[in-house]
């Protein structure tokens, strides 16, 4: 492609890696498959202007709802990792609407100590993925979420 030629919805967009069992490979995502997920994405979770902090990798999961926010005119704004003191930290400053994190990073953001004390009014959308949640750390994560 040249210029200002538009792929095709059927030309490859990205090359996303999997390892169900053993070797790596590639597996080719068309164009028309990424833009059904960021359509249905953003028609499940409506919003205007999401802001959304990358605290994972973006070649797994968190990545994911990069385009979709993209789509939506909002902002991601990309950390070093997923330390919960600053993404809470962050959370707060940037009036993070949507958040992406595995479980295991959810329960280092619940047992932080500056958890309690922090505004998370602006949080709409809590994501997890990439591994199975406690139910019990569920429901502590829903009882402290704004709404």
């Known amino acids: 492609m040249t210029g200002n030629t538009i792929a095709s919805s059927t030309a490859d967009a990205a090359s996303r890696w999997t390892t169900p069992s053993g070797r790596p490979k590639a597996v080719e995502v068309p164009n028309r498959a990424f833009e059904t997920m960021i359509h249905a994405f ?3 979770r409506p919003e205007r202007d999401p802001v ?11 990545g994911t709802l990069v385009f979709p926010v993209l789509a939506a005119g909002g902002r991601n704004i990309v950390h070093d990792g997923a330390a919960p003191g600053e993404i809470l930290e962050s959370i707060e400053r940037n009036a993070v609407t949507r958040l992406f994190l595995p479980p295991t990073a959810i329960y280092a ?7 309690p004390r922090r505004d998370l009014s602006s949080l709409r959308y809590f994501v997890y993925g990439a591994a199975p949640m406690s139910v019990a750390k569920r429901r502590i994560a829903e009882l402290r979420s704004p709404d």
């Open 52 to 62: 959304h902090p990358v605290a994972a990798p973006m070649t797994h999961a968190a």
């Open 42 to 44: 953003n028609a499940h």
């Open 109 to 115: 953001l619940l047992d932080h100590p500056d958890a």
